[in-house]
């Protein structure tokens, strides 16, 4: 009994699992899509599952750089594209200040708005 106390303090030596996969999150909507895909791709008799890495792998090496542009212009918002094209001017044409920029382009993009005649009635 004194042997069994003993042994209980003393730590074993476990082996370390390797894991090798990172959990990713996506919307749910694209969970789902991936799922059909997965159940459309695994009816089948033989060979091991398709899985989602194997789908995301492949679909990896499908994309262009047009498409991976696409998707980053995707997510600029109307104040970033307005950022970027004021330091795209400022390098094209010196340092002038944000407020100037946006002067410029109120003169060059918008029409005068003047009081019409029908709009005092």
């Known amino acids: 009994m004194e ?4 042994n209980e303090g003393i730590a074993t030596p ?4 390797v894991n ?11 969970s789902r899509t991936i799922r059909t895909v997965l159940n459309k791709l695994n009816r089948k008799q033989l060979g091991r599952r398709v899985t989602v890495d194997d789908v995301v792998a492949k ?3 499908m994309l262009t750089d047009e498409s991976l542009e696409e998707v980053k212009q995707s997510t600029f918002s ?6 970027l094209q004021y330091q795209e001017y400022c390098q094209k044409n010196g340092q002038v200040t944000k407020e100037k920029f946006l002067d410029m382009l109120l003169k060059a993009g918008l029409p005068t708005l003047k009081k019409s005649p029908e709009s005092d009635s």
């Not at 042997?3 to 003993?6: E, R, T, V």
């Open 59 to 61: 679909a990896l090496t």
């Open 78 to 83: 109307s104040k970033d594209h307005l950022e």
């Open 14 to 17: 476990k082996k370390k699992v």
């Open 3 to 6: 042997d069994s106390i003993k």
């Open 20 to 30: 090798n996969t990172t959990p990713i999150r996506v919307r749910k909507a694209t």
